[in-house]
């Protein structure tokens, strides 16, 4: 591979590559197991990357993820883990924002709760889930390495380092991940200026 299309490793920080590969490695595993697996098998396998992307943070403990605090609790209970995740990628709000408006009588935070409550009554159940309507596997990588370098590559950059580092394993298109990163920095900027983050455990 030509050395410019690897620019994009010297301009991430290390943690972010390493969290990519934690990440890449619970897809396949995922994959491996097929839909209709038991949901300890694939509770297992979320729990393990938790634990991985945990460790990680715990070697560089000089670096902060304003992102990642602004988003998730990491609270030690798995299922409100799941919550948190299903509920961002549905409607890019964090759940406690979302369920400090459906305290305060507002309806539509409400019914996107309720959404998020059914989307986990559907996974746990083994049933689909409708899709999202963004690319769950790279918006996982923008949460992680949003911080640690991807918002500052250049499009064909990012283009590379998905295509190294992503688990849907295709060639990606510089302007598609463009628009996709400046959608995530949108919604991240919406999340920061409606409220800060407040933990739930």
Same mark, same amino acid.
């Given at each position: 591979m030509r050395d410019e299309a690897r620019s994009w490793e010297r301009k991430v920080h290390p943690a972010f590559k390493l969290g990519a590969e934690a990440f890449k490695e619970a897809i396949v595993a995922f994959e =491996?197991?097929?839909?209709?697996?038991?949901?300890? /098998?694939? @509770?297992?396998?979320?729990?393990r990357l938790r634990s991985q992307l945990e460790h990680i943070w715990t070697r560089f403990p000089e670096l902060k993820s304003p992102t990642n605090r602004l988003l998730y609790s990491w609270s030690?209970?798995?299922? /409100?883990n799941d919550l948190e995740h299903l509920h961002w990628r549905r409607h890019q709000e964090p759940l406690h924002q979302a369920?400090?408006?459906? @305290?305060?009588?507002?309806l539509d935070a409400l019914?996107? &709760?309720?959404?998020?409550?059914?989307?986990y009554l559907a996974w746990r159940r083994l049933q689909?889930?409708?899709?999202?309507?963004?690319?769950?596997?790279?918006?996982?990588?923008?949460e992680i390495g949003f911080d /640690?370098? #991807?918002?500052? #590559? =250049? =499009?064909?950059? /990012?283009?590379?380092?998905?295509?190294? &580092?992503?688990?849907?394993?295709?060639?990606?298109?510089?302007?598609?991940l463009k628009k996709q990163r400046a959608r995530f920095r949108t919604a991240i900027k919406k999340v920061a200026r409606t409220s800060p983050p407040t933990p739930l455990s």
């Open positions: =491996s197991i097929g839909p209709d697996s038991p949901l300890t /098998l694939r @509770q297992e396998i979320a729990d030690p209970d798995s299922r /409100l369920l400090a408006r459906a @305290q305060a009588d507002d019914g996107r &709760v309720n959404r998020t409550n059914s989307d689909p889930v409708k899709p999202f309507k963004i690319d769950p596997n790279h918006w996982t990588l923008f /640690l370098g #991807l918002n500052k #590559l =250049s =499009s064909e950059e /990012l283009a590379d380092c998905f295509d190294a &580092v992503c688990p849907c394993g295709r060639i990606h298109d510089a302007d598609a």
